[in-house]
């Protein structure tokens, strides 16, 4: 399985449709999350630039991804595969009975 990176474009102002689609697609996001396709979600501070990091054995793949997405055709975007990833692990602290 290859690692691909996914950078968005998104409209600048938003519409209202675009607007109105955004909680559908944070659902379809996190479920993406937690079957382990989507590893990272980024958006940039000016809201103007998305960034995705997701797991797929092909750019086809990507796309069937993409394909699910509510706001996909208000988007533009660029699918790059990936050498590698580096990402930090995530510690969980240890449980205390204190």
């Known amino acids: 399985m290859a690692q691909f990176m996914v950078e968005f474009d998104l409209p600048t102002p ?51 991804v993409l394909n699910e997405f509510p706001l996909i055709d208000d988007m533009h975007y660029a699918i790059t595969e990936l050498m590698f990833n580096h990402a930090g692990a995530i510690h969980v602290p240890a449980f205390s009975l204190n």
């Not at 990272?40 to 501070?45: E, G, N, R």
């Not at 630039?49 to 797991?55: F, P, T």
């Open 14 to 64: 938003y519409s209202e449709d675009f607007l109105t689609k955004i909680p559908v697609q944070k659902m379809v996001v996190d479920e993406f999350m937690e079957e382990g396709k989507i590893i990272s979600y980024a958006l940039s501070l000016d809201r103007g630039r998305l960034w995705m990091i997701m797991n797929a054995n092909s750019d086809f793949e990507v796309l069937d």
